[in-house]
């Protein structure tokens, strides 16, 4: 688990298909010392379990990513330059899969998109 140890939600928005939240990455934490050590960068898949980890919290459900259609890591997060980001979710929920399409901003710079689909566990 990343929530409350590498990031922290400070605010969140949810209506019966969104989220918004509004995080703090923790610049300290042990990943950043080996990836990278001189320019820290948010790993990839640590943005993928933001998301999974911010729509459990909302949700109350325990998931697991099924597929992805599509993920875009755009732009790196370097969270000495930018601690705290923005994440916006779309969910359609169907049987027991969430269909997601999400992505993780702050104001104009969009750092990762990913559309895809979290079963529940």
Avoid: W
Avoid at 25 to 45: C, Q, S, T, W, Y
Avoid at 60 to 73: C, E, G, N, T, Y
Avoid at 95 to 108: D, L, M, N, R, T
Wanted: aromatic residues 8%; proline residues 3%.
């Amino acid at each position: 688990m990343l929530i409350n140890d590498f990031f922290t939600i400070h605010e969140k928005a949810s209506g019966e298909d969104t989220i918004q939240a509004a995080i703090t990455l923790n610049k300290d934490h042990a990943i950043f010392k080996g990836h990278f050590p001189e320019v820290p960068v948010v790993p990839g898949v640590c943005m993928i379990q933001i998301v999974r980890e911010v729509i459990e919290a909302d949700r109350q459900v325990r998931l697991r990513l099924v597929s992805a259609d599509s993920i875009k890591f755009l732009t790196v997060i370097n969270p000495n330059e930018t601690a705290r980001v923005n994440l916006s979710v779309q969910i359609n929920v169907s049987e027991k899969q969430y269909k997601v399409i999400a992505s993780i901003f702050s104001g104009e710079i969009i750092y990762f998109k990913l559309k895809g689909i979290f079963g529940i566990v």
